[in-house]
């Protein structure tokens, strides 16, 4: 009898937040391949199938390639039709995937007209009216417990230091801290 076979017996690395700064990573794409040398540093199992790139790693090459500013059908034009719309798209999720959970950034992928970047003011501009949207729905009932707390004598800023939401909204200030409106000096 022959024995028993087992599949996924090669667990891909898991892929965890590098950690690396703004800066670090803006240094890092400034290299032709810097997102390539990233993964294959930390997770090269998540681009290279046997002895070379599977697809995901190919459209990333070819993305690269391309300034990482083109189309779905100019990665299919530079892989001389080896690869096809579908094949790229799903490729993009994957490659998607691997970049937001080493690096939290991703590719957008403009489902009309096929367009491929890294994200850009665009995205943030409508990332920020999307938060803006939801976010002022609870806004208004936060400030106002807060003041309540605060009237009552409450420690606001400490409650908000020990606690993983207050932590939470101190990221959200510390990214919003440029949007903040200049204060008049008396």
């Known amino acids: 009898m022959p024995a028993r076979r087992i599949f996924n017996g090669d667990a891909k690395t898991p892929l965890e937040f590098l950690g690396l700064t703004a800066d670090d990573i803006k ?62 798209r799903n490729a993009i999720t994957k490659i998607n995937g691997i970049l937001y959970a080493l690096l939290n950034m991703h590719f957008t992928l403009v489902k009309d007209t096929g367009a491929i970047h890294l994200v850009d003011e665009s995205d943030v501009l409508v990332a920020t009216e999307k938060f803006a949207a939801k976010f002022t729905k609870v806004r208004d009932e936060f400030v106002r417990t807060m003041d309540a707390y605060r009237a009552t004598g409450g420690d606001v800023a400490h409650v908000l230091a020990s606690s993983e939401a207050g932590r939470k909204l101190a990221d959200l200030g510390r990214v919003l801290t440029p949007a903040k409106e200049p204060q008049a000096v008396a």
Request: hydrophobic letters at 30%; proline letters at 2%.
């Open 27 to 88: 240094k890092q794409l400034q290299r032709k391949e810097g997102l390539q040398e990233l993964i294959l540093q930390n997770n090269r199992d998540h681009l290279i199938s046997g002895k070379c790139y599977g697809t995901p790693g190919y459209v990333l090459q070819l993305i690269e390639y391309l300034d990482r500013s083109c189309t779905v059908n100019e990665i299919i034009a530079a892989s001389e039709n080896t690869l096809t719309d579908r094949s790229v």
